[in-house]
């Protein structure tokens, strides 16, 4: 045929040769042994060879033709030049072109030289025409962040109005960047995207992007990001198969603005939240009369779920019962909250449900006071998939018996993190129309990147180890507490094992009596070691109508004492964590005198395997270094004179935090949070020994709301724990303007000589933006300085995904302190003490001592009715953890 000449058939006999064998060749490279047999070792050379031999033949069949067939664009030309002569090669090299265009989109964020030398321009921009594939910006080993800087040119002209100006059709409307005024700006994404002549308020005036300041620049940028990555379709999802049902797990961006150093910067968050299916909901609940509703209920508050259609905000919390609609859907309230709801799903939900389907209240904000309360019929309810919410549920009757959903399925590994990211913020930027690639900022640019070293523990007879670097244990045995309470160094010991009354479950209880009877042999022999003479004994009882205070008073121990309780397999999970709980909260109120010594104890659940056999070092090493902490000793110190070091004054900590708990007060019938302040007071226990912290002394108390009263503060923190000292405070969350007030009122009644450094540690709030070790994780301490007020910790290790860092700022400083403690002491604080946990030697906590048991802490006191003015700020008081 005239139309298909020798050196088209040459060319297309070189692809053929070439896509043939280009595979099979990979592989060779990757795996020799895969593509090579015994008699013929040489058979991946081989295809190499024919390899060559294809694309030379093709090589030739392009110089026989005198065009050229790919266009002047290059293979992936927008024009294609090729003759009508030879329409049949243009044909049979389709299958190229889409290879290669194939190729160009895996590897369009692989950085290569050239485009990394195009990127060192000194952060204007670079430019790029929309639809091209752009590379991620990666450093090599570098730190880097996902923290972008904003080149000026992306906002042009705009409509500066009231902040109570109504909405105006293709402008969009931003808030919260300039203050107390609304900025209206052309809408590139739904809209035409030019500036509309006439004003949007008749009190609006034009602007020009000048006018807006950094920071005012870096809001209006954040915002027109987010919002058209909340609009665009096609947003990240993926579907995960957890067990026989199919999660969707959602990728949920949040951007936020900056300044620091005459530049502006936007910082990017992407949370991986799993989705629970809409028939995987709490209608499997059975409630056969009102008291099974309320028992049931009474094990819901607390959980968090999503309603049905709520998939893209978070989820709300359960709370006690509404009263208006009982605890039972009936006749008359299911036409009530018909009425109520205008979501079709829940309407068929509520119409489906049976009468006597259990109602459950929820609130999607449950710090308000009164919180809003809303009533859902248990069918649309969706609760979290997370291991602290199964346990609950797993007790509860119809719940079927899922595992918790794994965590692996919401940990992204770095480089894959930063891809996610990178993709988001190109995809909004091109839809933006933005003229420039914003650039991920890495260290030895315009922000400060740094690491803090592991700091050293600190034992007896001046035994020191650097943190995660030995076993910790084996130090504690041979170098002796660090401090140890003489009133506790021969406590009663006691274990009880504690089985069911159910003799059709009793099958391994004689078994689980000697390895229970082991484990406080073991122990007893290993508190010795470090210098505690406990006296042992051992129980068994029944959980049938088991009253705490009978089991304390059988065992025989009191203030003091020490309790290991072991629950047995043939416990039901929900008997056994009832057990639990009341028999803690009875060793908790039992005490010689207001605030004195109490029963220490520790739960050891049998049906764990690390419980049955011999008991692993890492689990029994946690227990022992626990119960030591629980009778009032300190096995170890941290060593933080890096920041805790001043000439003339001891520096020392204090944290707090306000805890909820969801209450329904049955006298006047109505819902309310409890409010409880826990602080935490952290010093050194020698005082020739400034700088070692392992003193912890905990404050709790009732509060009316979120904000701490200054009488509560002044309790928390008091006189003769503060006065001439320089007190660093960890607020868990933000400083209120009242409690600011008060804190500066109250050092200025202490005198000159005291000093109050308040530092915001901040675990969630929309998170802080990752950091990465080139595409690798981060080393524990490194940091980024997002101005001289705000940090960015990574404060622990993990052995999957990224680490989640904690936001920290320094809101001010009151009185005079040293300047290391001014520059970045105040952020190593956060750091070392989360160090300071005796309850896990080989997990860090990632948050300080200071806040990190303020919950528990909280929670524990409450329950056992002690929240009241809890205080251990006493010499003559042991420090006991009973959180732990």
């Known amino acids: 045929s005239s139309h298909f000449g020798s050196s088209s058939v040459h060319g297309v006999l070189g692809v053929a040769l070439f896509m043939a064998f280009s595979s099979r060749s990979q592989k060779a490279r990757r795996h020799p042994s895969k593509c090579s047999s015994v008699g013929h070792p040489r058979q991946g050379y081989r295809r190499h060879k024919l ?28 024009q294609d030049n090729t003759k009508e002569g030879d329409a049949t090669l ?38 790029f025409k929309p639809g091209v594939s752009r590379p991620i910006y990666m450093s090599s080993g570098k730190l880097t962040a996902d923290v972008f800087q904003l080149p000026r040119g992306l906002v042009g002209p705009y409509w500066e109005c009231p902040s109570d100006a109504d909405k105006v059709s293709d402008m969009v409307r931003v808030q919260r960047a300039v203050l107390g005024r609304a900025v209206f700006i052309p809408d590139k994404y739904r809209g035409s995207g030019a500036l509309s002549n006439e004003k949007p308020n008749k009190e609006c005036t034009l602007k020009q992007e000048e006018d807006l300041n950094d920071e005012e620049y870096a809001r209006v940028c954040a915002h027109l990001v987010r919002r058209v990555s909340w609009l665009r379709e096609g947003r990240e999802h993926r579907s995960v198969s957890f067990q026989k049902f199919e999660v969707k797990v959602n990728s949920k961006f949040k951007f936020s603005g900056f300044a620091n150093g005459g530049k502006s910067y936007m910082e990017v968050v992407v949370e991986q939240q799993p989705i629970t299916p809409d028939n995987l909901n709490l209608g499997t609940l059975h409630a056969d009369t009102d008291r099974d509703a309320a028992r049931i209920l009474s094990g819901l508050v607390g ?42 799903a829940m309407k068929k939900a509520i119409y489906k449900s049976c009468e006597g389907t259990l109602l459950v209240p929820m609130t999607p904000d449950p710090k308000a006071d009164p919180p809003r309360v809303y009533t859902f019929v248990a069918s649309a309810v969706r609760p979290s ?23 692996k399925h919401l940990q992204l590994a770095p480089k894959k993190r930063q891809d996610l990211i990178r993709r988001e913020v190109d995809s909004c930027s091109e839809l933006l129309q933005w003229p420039a690639l914003l650039e991920r900022m890495q260290e030895s640019g315009a922000l400060k990147f740094d690491r803090f070293p592991l700091p050293d523990l600190v034992f007896a007879k001046n035994g020191r180890l650097t943190a995660g670097k030995g076993s910790l244990w084996s130090r504690i045995c041979s170098s002796g507490l660090l401090h140890s309470d003489p009133r506790q160094a021969k406590p009663k010991m006691v274990g009880v094992v504690i089985f069911s009354n159910d003799t059709a479950l009793r099958t391994e209880t004689e078994t689980e009596t000697l390895m229970a009877k082991e484990i406080v042999k073991k122990v007893k022999a290993e508190l010795e070691e470090v210098g505690i003479q406990a006296l042992e004994s051992f129980m068994r009882i029944e959980s049938k109508e088991m009253n705490p205070a009978n089991v304390l008073q059988q065992a025989g121990v009191g203030a003091g004492d020490a309790l290991l309780l072991f629950g047995s397999q043939s416990l039901r999970p929900e008997d056994a964590s009832y057990i639990r709980e009341q028999i803690k909260l009875e060793c908790l109120r039992i005490g010689s005198e207001p605030n004195g010594p109490h029963v220490a104890s520790q739960w050891f659940e049998m049906g764990n395997s690390k419980w049955q056999g011999l008991p692993d070092n890492f689990s029994m090493q946690n227990v022992l270094s626990a119960i030591v902490a629980k009778l009032g000793h300190a096995p170890f110190g941290v060593d933080c004179k890096a920041w805790a070091i001043d000439s003339q004054k001891e520096v020392v900590a204090v944290g707090y935090d306000v805890c909820h708990m969801c209450r329904y007060r049955a006298s ?41 009263p200054g009488d509560v503060l002044r309790r928390l923190i008091p006189p003769s724990f503060a006065t001439g000292r320089v007190v660093v405070v960890h607020r868990d969350g933000r400083f209120p303007d009242s409690e ?8 200025q009644e202490l005198g000159l000589h005291t000093a109050f450094v308040l530092v915001e540690v901040v675990k969630w709030a929309g998170g802080a933006p990752r950091i990465y070790k080139g595409d690798e994780r981060p080393e524990q301490g490194s940091h980024l300085f997002l101005d001289d007020t705000t940090g960015v910790l990574v404060s622990t290790k993990v052995s999957f995904g990224t680490q989640n860092p904690l936001r920290v700022s320094l809101r001010d400083i009151y009185g005079q302190v040293q300047k290391s403690l001014q520059q970045q002491g ?53 420090t006991q953890q009973f959180w732990l």
Request: aromatic share 8%.
């Open 826 to 878: 105040w952020l190593q604080s956060v750091f070392d003490l989360s160090f300071l946990h005796f309850g896990s030697l080989f997990k860090d906590a990632r948050l300080p001592a200071t806040t990190y048991f303020a919950d528990s802490l909280a929670y524990q006191s409450a329950e056992a009715g002690i929240a009241e003015g809890l205080d251990s700020h006493d010499d003559d008081l042991p």
């Open 303 to 344: 959980l968090t779920a999503r309603p049905l259609g709520n998939d893209l905000y978070d989820p709300w919390k359960i709370c006690s019962q509404d009263s208006r609609f009982g605890s039972r859907l009936t006749k008359e309230t299911r036409d009530e909250l018909c009425k109520l709801t205008k979501h079709k």
């Open 385 to 407: 998939l997370s291991e602290k919410q199964q346990s609950k549920l797993r007790g509860l009757p119809g719940w079927p018996r899922l595992s918790a959903f794994p965590l």
């Open 668 to 708: 006047n019938k109505h819902i309310s949070n409890k409010h409880i302040a826990a602080g935490m007071r952290v010093s050194s226990h020698d005082k020739g020994r400034s700088g070692i912290m392992s003193k912890l002394e905990h404050h709790v108390e009732d509060v009316n709301a979120e904000t701490v």
């Open 740 to 747: 600011l007030a008060e804190l500066r009122k109250y050092q």
């Open 51 to 78: 390899c060559f031999l294809g694309l030379l033949v093709f090589a030739l069949a392009l110089l026989a033709t005198k065009h050229d067939i790919f266009g002047h664009g290059g293979i992936d030309g927008r």
């Open 90 to 127: 243009a044909f049979l090299l389709q299958p190229l072109r889409s290879l290669q265009r194939a190729s160009v989109s895996r590897h369009a964020f692989q950085q290569s030289k050239w485009r990394q030398q195009r990127m060192q321009h000194g952060g204007d921009g670079v430019p």
